[in-house]
């Protein structure tokens, strides 16, 4: 029996918790400059675990590289998330994005990466033994529990070590508003060692598994940052999870400012499903004034208001995958049965 969960954000900050695990909300794109009543309805959920999974705060400058607006974003989102009430119920998981890493679509040429990790482990106390503080980038795994079954938790860093995406030839048209495909073997998501630690974590032991990064993966119906601006990288993500013979592969993304559920299938056919939450406060249809965009492989609708994802694992052997708003309204939903496959190894 087997479910691998692939999440495009985040994980914890704190050694594993005993209790079985029930309720995920995985949360991403929250600006220190604007309101965030959403807590009210997150609060309400009573999750186990919260997954920040990127643009945690806004600290890029536009203007100049470096790293001084960043740690304004950080002192100032330190009063405002409420992290007392939050981690009464939840254990707290981080990745970052391009916003909290410091350059707008950032990756591994940004001069000040390494100052910027250390404010990331500042402001989310990462113990000095936890793989974060360990890592070059900020990629590590967890394990958990929930109904005797083993819960692993593998977050990704898609910033530290990305190559630069190839620019448009078309800014603003469809299918390329930003970024077009970059066919080039030199060209990497998440750099060699990268790899084969993710490699390694695939294989082993797990019934369910949670892989977070903070970019999407399935979508292929915009031109902005995605995995799929990568081809190659992509499909060796996919050739993964043939490998390891995984069954079910759900991806939990952010990044997007807006929120959507999606699914694929590898070369060998198995399904990967993909949930997308984004913004926490600053949606796509309020602050951009955006529409809908071409969704090939999503199900349903995107949702451009404000949001957050939730995963329940159930007692009757089933995930399921919602979207809700800020008033804990339940926008789109899916139920993933657990699905018999070869053992885990």
Known sequence: MRIFIFIILLLSNTSSFSQDIKKIIIGSCLTQESDQPIWNAILNEKSDIFIFAGDNVYGDDRNKEGINKLKKAYLQQKKIIPFKSLKETNEIIAIWDDHDYGKNDGGENFHYKNEAKKLFLQFWEIPKS?????????????????????????????????????????????????????????????????????????????????????????????????????????????????????????????????????????????????????????????????????????????????NYGLIEINENNKISLSIKDINQETINKINIPFIESSPTH
């Open 130 to 306: 936890h793989q974060q503080n360990l890592s070059e980038g900020l990629n590590y795994e967890i394990k958990k529990k929930s109904n005797g079954l083993i819960i692993q938790f593998i977050i990704l860093d898609v910033r530290y070590f990305k190559s630069n995406f190839k620019p448009t030839d078309k800014r603003d048209a469809p299918y390329k508003e930003r970024y077009i495909k970059d066919w080039s073997p030199s060209k990497t998501m998440l750099g060699d060692k990268q790899w084969t630690w993710l490699s390694e974590k695939l294989d082993e032991n797990a019934d369910i598994r949670f892989l977070i990064s903070s970019l999407q993966v399935i979508a292929e119906g915009h031109g902005f940052e995605k995995w799929g601006n990568f081809p190659l990288e992509k499909k060796r993500l996919y050739s993964l999870v043939d490998k390891n013979k995984i069954k079910n592969l759900i991806i939990l993304s952010g990044d997007r400012h807006r929120a959507g559920i999606y699914k694929d299938r590898t070369g060998s056919g198995s399904i990967i499903y993909e949930l997308t939450s984004s913004s926490l406060n600053l949606p796509a249809g309020r602050f951009y004034g955006v529409k809908e965009e071409p969704g090939p492989k999503r199900l349903g609708a995107s949702f451009l208001d404000e």
